[in-house]
């Protein structure tokens, strides 16, 4: 059973704040109570830390937290990498499709001024045309 008054709770410790679900969440006030003496248990976060690739030790694991409540499930393993990943799903979104968007409006800038390049020009063609020869014909002329 909780504690039900302040003269009840005996401070152990205290740790620094720490983001849970989303990186970019404010953390939650958080307390910390024995795993027994809860008698309304509901879930369990537990953070390992290994030098071997945590898949490869996903079935030891499992079998350890048996060995200390057989009771509990152990449901949801995942690396920190992996709920990074997760958290991080809708910037990696936006930031993809900034870059598709990007590339597809550079694309349409690319065509727009080949088009007017290519207009310039071709309205043009006649009046380059007729100062080459002019150019020629008074060169010509100067000999």
């Given at each position: 059973?909780?504690?039900?008054?302040?003269?009840?709770?005996?401070?152990?410790?205290?740790?620094?704040?720490?983001?849970?679900?989303?990186?970019?969440?404010?953390?939650?006030?958080q307390a910390y109570f024995p795993y027994f003496e809860d008698a309304h248990f509901r879930f369990m976060n537990i953070y390992l830390r290994t030098q071997a690739d945590p898949r490869q030790i996903e079935n030891e694991l499992r079998e350890?937290?048996?060995?200390?409540?057989?009771?509990?499930?152990?449901?949801?393993?995942?690396?920190?990498?992996?709920?990074?990943?997760?958290?991080?799903?809708?910037?990696?979104?936006?930031?993809?499709?900034?870059?598709?968007?990007?590339?597809?409006?550079?694309?349409?800038?690319?065509?727009?001024?080949?088009?007017?390049?290519?207009?310039?020009?071709?309205?043009?063609?006649?009046?380059?045309?007729?100062?080459?020869?002019?150019?020629?014909?008074?060169?010509?002329?100067?000999?």
């Amino acid at each position: 059973m909780l504690p039900v008054s302040p003269e009840d709770i005996e401070v152990i410790g205290v740790i620094p704040d720490k983001k849970f679900r989303n990186l970019r969440e404010t953390p939650p006030a958080q307390a910390y109570f024995p795993y027994f003496e809860d008698a309304h248990f509901r879930f369990m976060n537990i953070y390992l830390r290994t030098q071997a690739d945590p898949r490869q030790i996903e079935n030891e694991l499992r079998e350890r937290m048996r060995q200390f409540d057989p009771h509990v499930p152990v449901v949801g393993l995942q690396t920190m990498n992996e709920q990074i990943g997760f958290s991080l799903r809708t910037e990696r979104l936006v930031a993809s499709l900034s870059a598709v968007f990007g590339g597809l409006a550079t694309l349409l800038a690319v065509i727009g001024l080949y088009g007017v390049t290519a207009y310039v020009v071709m309205r043009r063609t006649r009046e380059i045309g007729i100062r080459m020869r002019s150019e020629r014909c008074g060169a010509a002329s100067l000999r």
